[in-house]
Every structure is written in C-alpha cells, then in structure tokens.
C-alpha cells in the first residue's frame, strides 16, 4: 500500500516539473497597481495561451527590490524609487513605465463623515499626523479618539502622502495608533472602526469607507473626484507606474504595450484610476 | 476554612476550566465547520479564483498545497530514516546521543517564520532562485524533520535488542540486520511521523510566504524555480480584507478545506498509532 | 557484495544524519552571518527604542516588550485554564470518554495559525473592541487571548498525560487516608507531575514567542510601548510579526535587513534555549 502511494506521488511531481514551454512574466509589488494588473494579465493570457503571468502583491518596496536582484521582470510601484534604492543595486538599470494617474486620499469611518467631517486642510492632517490632534471634537466633530491609520514604511501610498502632508516621504507619524500593508487591509480597519482616519488609494473607497475633501491654503475644497486629478487640482497625486530592469524587451513589452493601449488603459479606468492619455 | 468548602470550590473551579475549554473547542469547530460548509462547493473546489480571491475558488491553491507538502515529503523522508537508525544503530556514544538529540530539539524549536527567514536569504537572495515552490517544499521539509525523525528513532528502538543479537549470531552482517529487521520498522513509524510533520507543513504560512507562494495568475508551475499559490497564504490574503462579505466568505470556504486536509494527515496519524500500540513483541 | 551493500547502507545513514546536522548549523551561520553587519553597526542601540529605517535607527525594545507582554498574556490564562481542564480530563472524566476528549483537543492543536488569525480578525478584535469601548480591537490583548487559546491544547495534553501516568495506588491511599479529590490532586498528584507540568508551560512558552500569522494580523503593527507599559489595550509589535511585515520591503543586504535578521536571531536563540531546556525535563525511554 505504501508503494502504491509513493508511486501515485512520483508522476505527480514530474506533471509539476515538466516544462510545457509557457514563457513566464513574474510581476510583484504595490497593491494600487495590482488590480489593474492582473486584471490585464487575465486578459492579456486569453489572447496569448502559450504566456503565463504570475501577479504577487508585496507593496511598492517589494516590487523594487525584487527587480533589483533581477528576480521579477516587472515591478509595480505607486510612488517614486528613492536615491537609496538605486544605489542599493548597480547592477540594475531601473526603467520607469507610467501607466496611470491616482490620488492618494485621507479616508475617514462613514461615522465620522456622517458626523459632518468632510473635508480637512493639509495642516490639519500633518497635525492629526504628528500627534497635535487627537480627537475628532477639535475638529467640530463627535467626541472620539481619533484612531489614526499609517502604513508600512515602503508602501507607496504612505511616501506620497507623507510627503505632501509632513514634507518628507519617510517622516515618522507620532501620532499613529495601527500600521497595516495593504490597501484592502487598511480598508477592513477602517469599516471595523467609527473614529479612524487613514490613507487610501482613490480606487479603494466605498460606502463605508468615505474619502474626505482637502481645504487648500486659499480656502478653495477640493473633492477626490476623477475631474480633479485629471485637472491636476486635488493636492496628493501620484502616477502608477511599472518597473524593468533595462528597456522592456519581448513578451513583456508586448504586455507592458498592451496595458498601454486603449484596450489595457480601459482596464486601468474600470479600476476607477486615471488613464495615462488624460 | 473548612476542607470540604475548599474541596467543592475547587471542584467548581475544575468545572468551570472544563466548561470553557469545551466552551471554545466548539466555538472553533462550529464556526468553522458552519461558515465553511455554507460557502463551499465543487464548484468551488475547482474553479479558480479570481477578483483578489473573492470570487471564484481555490483550485489551484489546493494544487499549491498539495505540490509544497508532498515535495516536503519526499525531501524529509529518507532523510529522517537515515538519521533515525544511524542514531539507534551505530551512536553508542553517549555524548554523541546527546548531540543528536541537541539537534533534533533545537530544529523542532525554530520558530517557522525563522526558517523563512533563512528560506529567503539562502535560497532566494544567495541562490537567487527567485520565489520558488521547490524552496518552499525544501524548507517544509527541513522544518518536519524532527517529528519524522522522532516518529520513526521510537518505532525502531522499542524493537528489542534481543532480535538484533539473533539476527547478528545467524552471520547477517549489520546492514543486513538493519535492512531485515529494523529498516520496516522505521519506515512503518517514520510515516506516522509523516503524517503528523505533513499535517503541520500544509496549515504554515510563515515559512513559505515570502520564498514560494504568489497571489494571482498561477497555474500548474512550470518549473522548479516558479511561485506557487496555497491555501494558508490565500486565507492570509483574504483574511486582510475580512470586511468584504464575499472575500471573508471565500476565506471561511478556504480554511475548510485547509482544515480538512490537515485532519486528514493527523487522523490517519492517530489511527495508525493506535493501531501500532496494540502491536507487541 | 554484503560488504558493498554494508557500506554502502552505513554511507547513507551517516550522510543524512551528518546533512541533517549541517542544515541546523547552517540556518545559525546564515542567520549570524546576515545579522552580523547590525550588530557591529549599530551594537547596544539596538536595545533603543526608536525604529526608522530611513535615519539607521534600529531600536528594537518595543518588539521586545511586544513578545514579552503578549506572550505572558497567553500563558496567564492558558496556564490555570489549561491545568485545570487537564485536572477534570484526568480526575474527573470517566476513562471511556478520556480518548475520544485527548484527541479532540489534539485535533484543535492541528488547526493552523493563519486560520486562528481569521477567526481573531472575524470576531476577537471586535467583541475586544465593543466590550471596552476601543477605537480598535487590534491590541496587545487580543493577540494575547488569541495566543493563549493556540497554546491551550499542549498544556492539556501534556499535563494530562503527566497525571494519567502516576499508578492509581497513589490515588488510593489517599483516599483510604480520608482525603478529599482536592487534597489528593494538590498535595499528591500535583507535586509529582510537577516537572512535567513545567515542562508543558516552558514548550508552550516557545511556541508562543514564536508564533506569527495570528499575532501579526491582530496586534497592530505599530512599534512602540503603550502609556502606561500594562495598558495592554494598545497596539503594539512583536518581534514576528515585524519580521512578518517587514522582511519582503527591506533590500537584501541592506542594514535594514541585517537588523530585522538581528532580532530573528536573538528570537531564536531565547526559543532554543528555551526547546532545549524544556525537552531534555522529559525523561527518554530506554532500550528495552
């Protein structure tokens, strides 16, 4: 009976390991960019049966390091690759492929906006930030501790915002209360919670997850509106972008070429992104 | 206070313990099996899943899991026969017994997310394999090793010594011995040891999560050197998004069958245990 | 060929035995090899508290205090719970229903991590937060209580197996003494299963410092001790669930990585010890 079992096991392994010549795309990084992605990676094997593109989540981080050490042809990222990236791997010759726009937008539990807090200035967030404001009634809103959401240092939505709102990209937030990774992680914190405050991708709101609009200095509201970061109005916007290591050549360049054309960018504005053409 | 206030106290005490110990093996099981069998299907089984997991079903994350445990398997069994009767049959040395022992003890104590660790910067970075399943088969199987060698090291040396010395004065050489007489017993108890090191290797996350697993677009692999998807990384990816209705009952669907097969190792691991304590010389 | 065949046979038990053993040895090296740029760069400020990547600053006290506090969390209720339950399954339960209730508990102990995080995430970390009133279930707490119910099944099984195994006359003579069920368990049964109780905590303690998935989904993720350090219902960090993470963003080869290696290390150095100690208290069987 033992024999048996290993004999089922042994062809088994070889099915595994047996090469049936499909040409293989590794893809890892920021989750923004990774709904898009593997979207067009689904599309894109339908019409291509002999590719296989495998898709990883990780954040924009990931994705850089691992197209350093030349593990993955394509990285996604959703903020910019730092000096000290760069230096970090030589051997790589990073090229930066845009293929959308995104802002990145304070969110808020539907209690607070229910509550009335619909929008804030950028001062008001930096302070929230650092640990100035701790709760909601200092900004007219219920009596809540505010529960201030912050994400893992390499993730790209945090360097966008943290730029824009404490002036550098890795400043530490005093006044943060839970750190999470992926976006949809952030997402279930915020809907668990009735007082939290985060930072999300455009694409990732919903009716329990509500976006906020910024006060800019003028007074003027900006809402988180496709308009408004087609226009170029709403504060924290960032492209999304692919990484390679070289100019893409081959099947990945016919994939990169295909989220670049009008059929792929469609793909990247179901995702509720801004397509690259606008 | 009297002796039998303090007797009856205690005895409510004990209930009490009882009643909640019981109170959350239920709880776990209910939930599980409950949420589970209302979100599972064939359908399910075989489908593959798409929109971040929350649609579709786990087909190829089942094949993943299955890939990584049997690779484990097949690395870690012969290993762990080997050490196990070199370590009843030729270590007479007591220090040297003690030193076996060391090893085996401190490898059952690594942390599984140290062996990731170790995964991801010997295999992944310095071999540069890239996120592999076959790494992660290699490092499930180095983490099962001492419940296989364990398993298998009582099985041989509850033999007792009177057969070896029978076996020896016949004029077998000592091979011969160990092929004849101690060789069926260690393969009969390390596959019990197996089971159980299979039963733990399929449920982990940890050591796998970074070197050998990916989260969508995976099929059959092509290769060695090519990403998986399994079960416990699935759920860890679902579990982030529990507020999506759909995601979290993906997620339940998922753990039932994780779960099932994890008993499935563990079950026949029982039952073959008991079948051989009723086994005497 | 006999010959052949003996050293053939004795070359393969030698080289897995000995491959065995350099697979422990190297996973150490590896793991000393890679923390050891942190250690000499930044040496005792590793015992500080702040962690910023970006400034080289690699304080690791708060996932220290992290471990520490969510690991004494899960063993304060595990402890009594689990010797109890073990206590009623040993003393109190007809010995026909002993298997059946052993391996039940032994089946809980197969349920994985990750499946335990989805279960806190599901219902822990909001029943913790609504009964005291949190803006998050995601504490030191939940992780805790999460914890002590991954660790409960190997204090019972191995308390229980230690007072199933003392003979029954000891049972009987204090009876026969006039003893009630209490005293015979404290002042009779619990002192000779002493050490093997010990040994069930200490081998539970090691499982749950090095446990990852379920702590790292529920505890927040944030490093940093909370105001006062027993306000146990503040998030904070473990040293897994940073490795968890923050393993995949570091560079391989970068200090970052070094220091998170470095804190690898040393959570594997306190778990072996802590292994070794705990499974050398078991006697070992002897040939028969």
């Not at chain 1, 790209?156 to 006044?175: C, N, P, Q, S, W």
């Given at each position: ?247 893409p050549t081959g099947i990945t360049k016919e994939f990169i070429d ?21 | ?137 290699i490092i499930l199987a180095i983490m099962i090793l001492p419940t ?134 | ?212 998935m379920a702590v790292m989904l529920l505890i927040g993720s944030i ?66």
């Amino acid at each position: 009976m033992k024999k048996n079992l290993w004999i089922f096991c042994i062809p088994f392994l070889f099915i595994a390991c047996s090469n049936n010549n499909k040409t293989v795309i590794n893809a890892s990084g920021s989750t923004t960019v990774l709904p898009v992605i593997s979207i067009a990676a689904e599309q894109f094997m339908k019409t291509h049966p002999d590719v296989k593109i495998i898709v990883n989540a990780g954040g924009s981080g990931v994705g850089i390091n691992q197209v350093g050490a030349q593990q993955i042809e394509i990285g996604m990222i959703s903020r910019n690759i730092t000096e000290k990236e760069i230096a970090q791997y030589p051997n790589t010759n990073f090229v930066v492929i845009p293929i959308g726009r995104d802002a990145v937008v304070p969110v808020v539990s539907s209690e607070i906006y229910d509550a009335g807090i619909k929008s804030l200035s950028i001062e008001q967030l930096a302070k929230i930030y650092r640990g100035e404001i701790a709760n909601w009634k200092e900004l007219n809103g219920p009596d809540k501790d505010i529960l201030v959401i912050d994400k893992e240092a390499a993730r790209g939505t945090r360097h966008v915002f943290m730029e824009i709102v404490l002036g550098d990209k890795e400043a530490e937030a005093a006044g943060a209360d839970l750190v999470l990774g992926a976006n949809n992680e952030e997402q279930t914190a915020i809907v668990q919670s009735d007082a939290a405050l985060g930072i999300l991708s455009n694409a990732w709101m919903n009716k329990d997850v509500k976006g906020i609009a910024i006060i800019m200095p003028n007074g003027e509201i900006i809402e988180p509106t496709l308009a408004n970061i087609i226009n170029g109005k709403f504060p924290i916007i960032r492209d999304l972008d692919l990484i390679t290591n070289g100019e893409p050549t081959g099947i990945t360049k016919e994939f990169i070429d295909y989220i670049l054309s009008a059929e792929g960018q469609k793909i990247v504005e179901e995702n509720e992104y801004v397509s690259i053409s606008k | 206070m009297d002796r039998k206030l303090k007797n009856s106290i205690f005895k409510m005490l004990i209930w009490a313990a009882a009643c909640v110990a019981i109170g959350i093996l239920v709880f776990l099981i209910t939930v599980l099996f409950y949420k589970g069998f209302q979100s599972i299907s064939v359908d399910f089984l075989i489908s593959e899943s798409k929109n971040f997991g929350s649609e579709g079903g786990v087909f190829y994350q089942i094949i993943g899991s299955v890939l990584l445990t049997l690779c484990a398997a097949i690395i870690s069994f012969p290993l762990s026969l080997g050490f196990a009767i070199y370590k009843s049959e030729y270590v007479k040395n007591k220090y040297l017994q003690n030193f076996t022992d060391t090893i085996i003890y401190s490898l059952n104590g690594i942390p599984s997310i140290i062996f990731g660790i170790f995964g991801l910067i010997l295999f992944v970075n310095f071999f540069n394999t890239g996120v592999s399943w076959f790494v992660g088969g290699i490092i499930l199987a180095i983490m099962i090793l001492p419940t296989v060698i364990l398993s298998s090291y009582q099985s041989i040396n509850s033999i007792p010594n009177s057969y070896r010395e029978n076996a020896l004065s016949l004029g077998l050489t000592k091979w011969q011995v160990i092929k004849t007489v101690i060789f069926p017993r260690a393969i009969s108890g390390g596959f019990t040891g197996l089971l159980l090191g299979l039963a733990r290797a399929i449920g982990e996350t940890a050591p796998i999560m970074f070197i050998a697993t990916a989260f969508s677009g995976v099929t059959f692999p092509n290769g060695l050197f090519e990403p998986v998807s399994s079960l416990p990384t699935h759920i860890l990816s679902l579990a982030q998004q529990a507020t999506n209705p759909d995601a979290l009952e993906n997620a339940w669907g998922s753990s039932l069958v994780l779960i099932l097969l994890v008993f499935s190792f563990s079950i026949s691991a029982f039952v073959r245990r008991l079948q051989y304590s009723k086994l005497k010389y | 060929m006999s010959a052949f065949q003996n050293s053939i046979g004795r070359g393969y038990v030698v080289s897995s035995t000995y491959l065995s053993i350099a697979i422990v040895l190297v996973i150490f090296i590896v793991l000393f090899i890679s923390s050891y740029d942190a250690f000499s760069t930044v040496g005792w400020k590793i015992f500080t508290l702040e962690w910023n990547p970006s400034k080289d600053k690699f304080g690791v006290l708060s996932m220290i205090y992290g471990t520490l506090s969510v690991t004494f969390i899960a063993l304060l209720i595990a402890m009594p719970l689990g010797v109890l339950t073990a206590i009623f399954i040993s003393e109190i339960l007809p010995e026909k229903f002993r298997l059946y209730f052993k391996s039940a508990i032994e089946l809980l102990a197969g349920i994985p991590s990750i499946i335990y995080g989805l279960i806190g995430i599901a219902f822990f970390s909001g029943w913790v937060s609504s009964l005291f009133e949190l803006a998050t279930g995601r504490t030191i707490l939940t992780a805790g209580i999460l914890l002590s119910i991954m660790v409960l099944p190997t204090i019972i099984t191995l308390s229980e197996d230690a007072l199933h195994n003392i003979p029954k006359k000891y049972r009987e003579v204090s009876k026969g003494l006039g003893l009630y069920p209490f005293e015979t368990i404290t002042k009779t049964l619990l002192p000779i299963a002493k050490n093997d109780i010990i040994g069930a905590i200490l081998l539970a303690l090691g499982r749950a410092l090095g446990e990852t998935m379920a702590v790292m989904l529920l505890i927040g993720s944030i490093d940093r001790i909370p105001d006062p350090f027993y306000n146990f219902l503040a998030p904070g960090q473990t040293i897994t669930s940073k490795l968890g993470r923050e393993i995949g963003e570091s560079a391989f080869g970068s200090l970052h990585f070094s220091a998170l290696n470095a804190i690898g290390f040393l959570l594997l150095l306190i778990v072996i010890t802590l292994t070794i100690i705990t499974q050398f208290y078991f006697k070992k069987e002897d040939r028969l």
